[in-house]
């Protein structure tokens, strides 16, 4: 399925080793995911990406971590991303139960949720689909159901970062590691 090659850790140059040794040391696997490997011919990028990444993933306060990675599982769903859906898929299970997690994938307006959480997620696949459709209105919404603005921009930012890192990983064909099994989804819009 890639449609370029990946540069496994142990046979990338020494400024590309360097990055993915980061990568290592901050993953809860101790692996260098498929998708940052295909990154390999861009190290500056990929640093930048992967920056972004833990700082908007790993303490996304004043979201929670089951509501980040809700929006990151919605937004990849609806952009019809097969290998983010199954790596935020995994870890939203262990967040709220695979059932609820798979559940979500499928659709989340079915999905037994809090109101406040579909709210988060109707704002996340609004923008997702139709950016240039957002209004203040949107924004109300969100701080109807309780959201500061440190939340609202926060939500925003992973969403959007979710666009972004999906449409790469689908252009460069980026094929699951082996283990990982793939997640039933259906489109979020």
């Known amino acids: 399925m890639r449609w370029i090659p990946r ?20 993953s809860a696997s101790q692996r260098v995911a498929h998708l940052w490997q295909a990154w390999w011919a861009h190290p500056e990028g990929l640093d930048a990406t992967f920056a972004t990444y833990r700082a908007l993933m790993e303490n996304p306060s004043p979201l ?12 990849s769903a609806n952009n019809g991303c097969a290998y983010c859906v199954a790596h ?12 609820l997690a798979r559940h979500v994938a499928r659709d989340y307006r079915e999905a037994n949720l809090a109101a406040r959480d579909r709210v988060l997620l109707d704002c996340a696949v609004a923008l997702s689909c139709e950016p240039a ?30 666009a972004y890192v999906n449409r790469v990983a689908l252009a460069l064909g980026v094929e699951l590691e082996p283990g990982l099994k793939p997640w039933e989804f259906g489109e979020q819009a």
């Open 133 to 162: 459709e957002r209004t203040a209105a949107d924004i109300e919404r969100l701080r109807e159901y309780g959201f500061d603005d440190a939340g609202i921009l926060r939500a925003i930012e992973i969403a959007a970062f979710y």
């Open 88 to 99: 935020h898929g995994t870890r939203l299970a262990r967040l709220v139960g695979d059932e």
């Open 64 to 75: 929670t971590p089951a509501q980040a990675e809700l929006i990151a599982l919605v937004v």
């Open 7 to 26: 540069i496994a850790p142990e046979d990338a140059p020494p400024g590309l080793r360097a990055t993915h040794d980061r990568i290592r040391a901050q």
